[in-house]
């Protein structure tokens, strides 16, 4: 490991954004952090990372806004701070039968889960091809290799998200740079506690049975995947160790896509 590399972790004031920072931090990696939040929002947050170790910074960055991330990469490039492994991580769900779907929700989801990638890859790609070395993961999900009713576009982009990531893969396989998407099954997150609440007030159960349900629905070990647990599999894609493994799609979930 290389303690000077920087790390920019999108979606990191929450979730599994947060663990795979903390981690990083720990190990002594640099890190960005970011989220759609203003930094007064989250700075409980900040102050709980900053106990881990070396935060160059939070920026306030709308995902969904080609334009914005554009101008987050050339504030980025004008304060000399190089981007060494890139994260894509920030990401939304919205939960409704296709008939039903609004056509805002399904534009919004496939620019925050999908285009922000393209557009952070496409930036922050050079400085890694001039110095032959440099980390894309791509926090995709069980959902990037199978389906699930009512979740079209969270799908539709997670898939997509997968196939982004062979391409990056084997346009960069020659020269030190390696993409790979990580696939978890539930994580307890905010993005997955308002499908319980949701769930638990359609179904009229209470929250405990309708976590209960989720998981044994889906995910065989009936466990939740943690942050944690995504962090250290995120450190791992960092290390020579894994110098191999390029364009994969790797799974974190429990036994889900098992099945
Ligand atoms: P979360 O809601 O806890 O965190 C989402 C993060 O994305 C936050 O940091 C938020 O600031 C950021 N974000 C939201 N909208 C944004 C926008 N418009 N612009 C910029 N940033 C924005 O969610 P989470 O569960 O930690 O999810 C993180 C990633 O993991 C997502 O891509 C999600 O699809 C994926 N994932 C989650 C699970 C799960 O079970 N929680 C499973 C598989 C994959």
Redesign the pocket.
Known sequence: MDSKKTALV?????????GIAKVLLEKGYQVIL????TQSQIDTEIKDLEKFGSIIGYYQ????NAKAIEQFCTELKDSKINVDILVN?????HVSPIQDFSPEKWD?IIA??LS?AFHLTRHLLPHMQKQKWGKIIN?????GLVASANKSA?VAS?HALVGLTKVVALENAKIGITCNAV??????????ESQIQKKSIEQKISIEQATENLLMEKQPSNQ??T?ENVGQFVLFLCSSAANQINGAALSIDGGWVAQ
């Open positions: 999108t979606g990191s004031s929450s979730g599994i954004g947060f970011h989220g759609i939040e960055v709308d995902m969904g991580n920030a990401g939304i769900q919004q925050i889960n922000s926090i995709a999900s069980a959902h969270y997670k696939c978890p099954g539930w994580v307890l997150t905010p993005l997955v939740f995947v942050p």
